[in-house]
């Protein structure tokens, strides 16, 4: 079938190779009608942790998550404010760990001592513990006593860089700051990129006297160049918090971020002592500089009144994998998000998401088709990540470059797919082998109805 709407250029090819895509931007899409882009919001779960050890304390944030072989680890400032006189009590970096990433706990690590006793779980005092921002270092090359790095640090004394061999013991791998320009009272973080082969920081400056978002590269972790603002094109300033941006674990190449957006003139309780609240939103990024950023929330404050509080719903740095609350259902998505600051039992709540279920390319009853820019794959059986309703339906036609149906992966030769699979291999007549169009220049052609697609692969 030749479309009647004109096509992107040709020459513009994509090479996805065998790569895992999911359209949580337009990077793929060439035409859409009757379909469109949705946010998909994340579903709260339990309590994750409650931060009420006394050297927890009720501004306890910035929370670090990773699964590290078969633990997963926890890292965020403990720290508590005194209302009666204003004046921080105490900050401190503590610990906690877990098994499958939704039960949580403080082990007893015997550091550091808080009200004369060191039977806690803080791993650092001292310089950066406003902030201490830790991740595991993926770089194939990384010294066995660096294995895990970290930034913390405020303005007036820029972001100092530690390692680790082990995740708990911590040191200065210099005195002097690593990086310099910024405000950095936020939670600033580094990782390894291994699209890029460098290590990648985001950090907070303020713009205009808006709160934003800087970034600069390293490959060394000690010599970061100039730092840059980053570009949300015509998006609105707004104040962004945090950042927390991460590479998609699926898809490395998609950089994704969940900043804590304030809008610091509101203030819903009437008992607070500051103004501003805050909402979950979500952005990717292919380069780390030009962003997209959903203006609509990723997670709203909801009906629980105490995440109204300002300064709340804080979404952690960091996407775990964890197992279904479901019988028999897939492995799911974990992201945490902040609840109840400042007020006596501030907590980390779990939110869960499908696999790569962020934005998906969605349908309704009436049904609408995509097209895809011309891209050239690797691989010989194209997979999909889909869900429908009982009466919805995907089907998918392979075509060349101008728009027409190549004989064999053409709509008729496809049955209907329909259901809810994180994995599906779609079926022609003949054969679900596509190797013989490996390389060459094709699209994809969706037709659904009641229906979202979120992701695509070659294999």
Known sequence: ???PFSLAEADDVCNIGSRLELFVDDYLIDKMD???LKLHNPIPREVAIVFDSPHDGNTSAYVTVFQDDDIYRMYYRGSAYDFANKKDLHELTCYAESKDGINWYKPELDLYEFDGSTKNNIIWRGIGIHNFTPFKDTNPNVD???????LGGLGSEGLIAFKSSDGIHWVKIQDKPVITKGAFDSQNLA???PVTECYMDFHRDFKDGIR?????TSKDFINWTEPQWIDFGDAPLEHLYTNAVTPYYRAPHILM???KRFAESRKKLSQELWTGVSDGVYMTSRDGLHWHRWLEAFIRPGLQMERWGQRNNMTAYGILVTESGISNAPKELSIYSSEAYCMGNNRLRRYTLRIDGFVSVNASYKGGELLTKPFIFDGKELVINYSTSAVGSVRVEITDKDGNAISGFNLNDCPEIYGDEIEKIVQWKTSSDVSLLAGQVVR??????DADLYSIRFR
Do not use: E, H
């Not at 066995?144 to 970290?150: C, P, Q, T, V, W």
């Not at 934003?212 to 600069?216: N, V």
């Open 34 to 36: 009757g379909v469109s």
């Open 191 to 193: 990782f390894w990129n």
């Open 1 to 3: 079938m030749i479309f």
């Open 212 to 216: 934003q978002i800087m970034t600069c």
């Open 444 to 449: 994809l052609r969706f037709i659904l109805k």
């Open 257 to 259: 971020g969940f900043p």
């Open 144 to 150: 066995s006593d660096a294995k895990y790095k970290a």
